[in-house]
C-alpha cells in the first residue's frame, strides 16, 4: 500500500447524490479493499495509475481547511456526507485521526452530518456525535456470510463488528440507516438480513443492485472464479445480460419491499442499470411495492 500526506485545497465540496448537500472526504484511496468499489472511478481526477485499493493519500491539511470553509452559511445549510468517494473510517483513520478532526470542527456548527462506513472505528467517536446537532451513521451489509465478505471486503469490519457497532449507537441514541449494497445474487438473503437490521433497530433500509460500469465487475469476477466457480457463469449472466438483470432485480425488489413490510422497517430502492439512483428511483418508486418508502435521501456512489 502506498500511503501519501497530501495538502487539499477545499476539504468541503459539492456531494452528487440524488438529494445535494456537500460532501467531505478525508481520504482519496482506501483501505477497505471492496473489490467491487464504486469509487474507483476518481482515479480519473486525481492522477493515480495504481491499482484501487493500493494507494491512500490522506488530506492532512483537510480540518483546517474546513475550519475556514465551514464559516461560510452556504456550507451549512443540506446535508454534508462523510465519505461518499472514500471510507472514513477506514484502517488508516486509527493512525491519523482525520475523520475525527474534521468533527471537531463540525461539532461547533448547526449542520447536519451523515456518515458512510464500515467500519466498527465509527465507535471511537460517540463522544464528539453526540455533540453534533443532527448526525446519523449508515453502514454497509450486503450479505451475512463473512466469507463472502472478507473476499469481496477484505479489510472492512465483520458483518457482525458493523451489526454490533449499529447496535451500540442506537442504544445511544445515534440514528443509524442500513445500506444494503450491492443487492447480490445468491449472496443477500433479504429476510434474514431485513431481521437482523429489525432487531438492531436501524430506522431506515437502503438498496442498490449492482453497477457494473467502470471495472467494477472485474474484481467480482476473480473471486467468483477463484472461489464460486458453480455460481460465477450464472451470477454473470444476471449481471451482465441486461434482460436477465431486470427481471432479478424486479424480483429482488418486490421481495424486499415485501419482506421489509413484514417487519416494518422503511425501506428505499434504487434498483435498475447505470447509474441506479439518478436513473431509477422515482420509476420504482412508481412500479414497485414499497414499505414506508420515503423520499431518497441520498446514495452511497461507493457502494457503502
Ligand atoms: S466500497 Fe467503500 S469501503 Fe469499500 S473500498 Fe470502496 S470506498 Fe472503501
Redesign the pocket.
Known amino acids: 500500500m502506498i500511503v501519501r500526506e497530501i495538502k487539499c485545497r477545499q476539504a468541503i465540496t459539492k456531494c452528487g447524490f440524488p438529494g445535494g448537500g456537500w460532501a467531505i472526504n478525508p481520504y482519496v484511496?482506501?483501505?477497505?479493499?471492496?473489490v467491487?468499489?464504486?469509487?474507483?472511478f476518481i482515479k480519473r481526477f486525481t492522477g493515480h495509475t495504481e491499482e484501487?485499493?493500493k494507494f491512500i493519500d490522506v488530506r492532512v491539511n483537510a480540518p483546517e481547511i474546513l475550519a475556514k470553509q465551514i464559516k461560510s452559511p452556504k456550507y451549512q445549510t443540506g446535508n454534508i456526507y462523510l465519505?461518499t468517494?472514500?471510507?472514513p473510517y477506514?484502517p488508516l483513520e486509527g493512525k491519523y485521526r482525520i475523520t475525527r478532526k474534521i468533527l471537531e470542527v463540525l461539532k461547533d456548527y448547526p449542520v447536519r452530518v451523515s456518515i458512510?462506513?464500515?467500519?466498527k472505528l465509527v465507535l471511537r467517536d460517540l463522544d464528539l456525535l453526540l455533540q453534533m446537532k443532527e448526525a446519523d451513521v449508515s453502514f454497509?451489509v450486503n450479505s451475512l456470510d463473512d466469507e463472502w465478505r472478507k473476499r469481496t471486503?477484505p479489510?472492512?469490519s465483520s458483518v457482525g463488528e458493523r451489526l454490533e457497532a449499529a447496535k451500540s449507537l442506537i442504544q445511544k441514541g445515534i440514528k443509524v440507516d442500513v445500506m444494503l449494497g450491492p443487492y447480490w445474487p445468491y449472496f443477500t438473503e433479504a429476510e434474514m438480513l431485513v431481521q437482523k437490521f429489525k432487531e438492531t433497530g436501524v430506522s431506515h433500509l437502503f438498496s442498490e443492485s449492482f453497477n457494473a460500469i467502470g471495472g467494477n465487475w472485474n474484481g467480482v469476477e476473480k473471486v467468483l472464479k477463484r472461489n464460486y466457480s458453480e455460481l460465477f457463469l450464472k451470477m454473470r449472466n444476471i449481471i451482465l445480460n441486461p434482460q436477465e438483470f431486470d427481471v432479478f432485480y424486479k424480483t429482488a425488489g418486490e421481495n424486499l419491499c415485501r419482506v421489509c413490510q413484514k417487519y416494518d422497517l422503511p425501506v428505499t430502492t434504487y434498483f435498475g442499470s447505470g447509474h441506479a439512483g439518478k436513473k431509477f428511483t422515482r420509476k420504482n418508486q412508481k412500479t414497485m411495492p414499497r414499505a414506508g418508502v420515503e423520499p431518497a435521501r441520498g446514495l452511497?456512489l461507493?457502494?457503502?
Open positions: 484511496g482506501c483501505g477497505h479493499g471492496c467491487y468499489c464504486y469509487a474507483r484501487w485499493g465519505g468517494v472514500t471510507d477506514q458512510l462506513t464500515k467500519s454497509t471486503e479489510f472492512a452511497s461507493t457502494g457503502f
